[in-house]
Structure formats: C-alpha cells, structure tokens
C-alpha cells in the first residue's frame, strides 16, 4: 500500500464514545480489584486513617501496575481489548514505563476534570491531554476476518 493511502493519525483515532466505553469496561475490573484488596487492609490493620492511607496507596499502586503492564506487553488493558483501541507511542518505539506513569497521571487529571477527554472533540489529531502529555496515542484495532478455507 502507497505511503500516501495510508489512513492518516485522526482518522485511526478512536472516537470519544470507544474510549470512555473501554475506560468504563475497565472501572468494572477496577471495582473488584478494590473489593479483593480492601479486604486484608481492613481485616489486618485497625486504625482507619493508617488502613485508608496505606489502601489507597495499594490501590493506586496496583491499577498503575495494571495499567502499565497491559499498556507495555500489548498496548491494551481489557477494556481497550474489548473496544479494539490500542495504545502506541507517538515515536513508534514500544511504550515505556515513563509514558505510562505520565499517561496514568495524565489520564486521572484528565478523568477528573473531564476536560482532557473532551479536548480530543476538539484537537486537530483527535488527541486527548494524556495522548499529548505522554507521547502516546490510541489506535483502532482492525476487526479480524475469519479466513476462508
């Protein structure tokens, strides 16, 4: 395929609902992994304040673990999977683990405010604040077509 037929960056950007369908698909996986992690906190340690500071440093530590490792062995988490997104780097290198923590913290601003999601609405390459911050992108994942035997 000609150099010039390829599909340019926006038009291989997910839209907004394709990413916020996968980053909801994911807030269900990160829903359970609260539940089974909360458990041996609040069953080991009894002052609240140390249980809730020590969780959540847990928590937050365990969804970037989750995030950075899915984002570095396929450049999907489960939800992009299901959404067929992928996450690439903009330098056409393999994803490291300095986009990832820049994008897990991007992406959290981002998910706060909402504004960096609704930035892509807006951008010239459909870019959303941690796409930009990071030095990554999200990419459609063509469909597979069964082969004809």
């Known amino acids: 395929m000609p150099a010039n037929d390829l599909p340019t960056p926006k038009e291989q950007a997910p ?46 530590l365990a969804v970037f673990g989750y995030y950075s490792r899915s984002w570095r062995v396929s450049g999907q988490s489960l939800g992009m999977q299901a959404w067929r997104i992928k996450l690439v780097s903009t330098d056409h290198q393999p994803v490291s683990y300095r986009q990832c923590l820049i994008r897990f913290m991007a992406a959290t601003g981002s998910l706060v405010c909402l504004a960096g999601y609704f930035w892509m609405l807006f951008d010239k390459d459909k870019l959303t604040w941690h796409d930009r911050f990071s030095g990554t992108r999200l990419v459609k994942v063509p469909k597979n077509k069964p082969s004809k035997t």
Do not use: C, H, T
């Open 15 to 60: 839209g907004l609902a394709k990413r916020l369908a996968a980053l909801l698909y994911d807030s269900f996986l990160m829903i359970a992994l609260w539940m089974v992690l909360y458990w041996p906190f609040y069953a080991l340690i009894e002052n609240e304040q140390l249980r809730n500071f020590l969780f959540n440093g847990a928590f937050i």
